[in-house]
């Protein structure tokens, strides 16, 4: 059987704040990963990612490693900036998108270091001769294309996850509007909590817990064993083992990040092991009502939305009432409080209320990360603890320890 491996081109390895920590297919986009996508519309299982060299000893237990030895003949190379539709996508040689090529069978063994630098156009992998299709998909143009196309994945992720099995009866939930509620077994959603459905449906994973007081409003996806509560929560992703509580809108939690307490999070993304103090309220519409600029590794771009908040890198912090402003970035591992604003790109490692930032001892970020992700029954391994303190090597801006 064919196996897929995920290429992350050079435009994917500008994709901060994530791109210090992770590779691109470890990203959610719309209800699943980038990985879990093609997985699911291949019907392929996942072997391995090619993208900067910082991230060779990516390790999670959920996830994939990068490729280890030559990528053999016969496997599928897929652009890790190609968040494919759910629905079943024929064998091919070649799968284009929106007229761009998505991903290749392989004519030939590749040595991953062909692809380092991530110049390579995939279709010169392909065999010259081969089967064509056309699948549905997102491109990721820029890294904010994930907020971007979030409402418009939805509806149909949760079409291509749920089952009939799992549609709650009118009588069984308060609702309103034509879509449908779906709550898989083993979850749990307390009495008084009410489901908007008029733009779109609702998906309840496997061991969620939604509690009482809640207001949900679909299209939303509540991820397995996260725990959201008190507020309202709008087209938003939330991903496994979160816990999410004031009002969130539009915005996209990876997995295994809290955001448990009140405050405004709107058009904002959490990478993993994200924790945002009490009262943390990020800004997502400017007054002039204007299109949002936002950071890059090549300057400020003008990202065209109108509604855009922060995003948090994996390990990212924020202290009690820290207020963002729109487009903020803040770097992987970075630990951010005091009641000043913090600039629009916070760097990675970044520890203090102002700048200049110090920079966060390494020895001391690792003894958090580990404590945090202990608390979830999860490991820092040797490996992940190469990586992140490779991404500290490379980290722009850093200061002085702390």
Known sequence: MSELYFYDDALARQFEPFASTRPGCELRAGALLVRERWTQATGLPARGFVSAPHLANFDEPWGIATADGAIPRGAVVVNARCAVSLAPAPAADVWTCDGQVAAVTLARDVDPAELADGSWDLAALARTSGRKVEVQGWWLERVWDLIRHLPAMLGPDIASLARPAYKMKREDVLRSGTHDVYVEPGAEVESQVFFDCTAGPVLVREGAVVQAFTRIVGPCVIGKQAQVGGDR?????????????????????????????????????????????????????????????????????????????????????????????????????????GSGMPPKMVPPFAWGDRTPYSTYRMDKFLEVAQRMMERRHVELSPKMTAMLTAAFKRAAGLTAPR
């Open 233 to 337: 929560i709008a087209s938003c992703s939330i991903g496994d083992v979160c816990k999410v509580h004031g009002e969130v809108s539009t915005s996209i939690f990876l997995g295994h990040s809290n955001k448990g307490h009140d405050g405004f999070l709107g058009h904002s993304y959490l990478g993993r092991w994200v924790n945002l103090g009490a009262g943390t309220i990020t800004s997502n519409l400017k007054n002039t009502y204007g299109s949002v600029a936002f950071w890059t590794p090549e300057g400020e771009v003008d990202s065209g939305l109108q509604f855009l908040g922060t995003f948090f890198g994996d390990h990212a912090k924020t202290g009690i009432g820290t207020s963002l402003n729109t487009g903020t970035v803040i770097g992987a591992a970075a630990n951010v409080y």
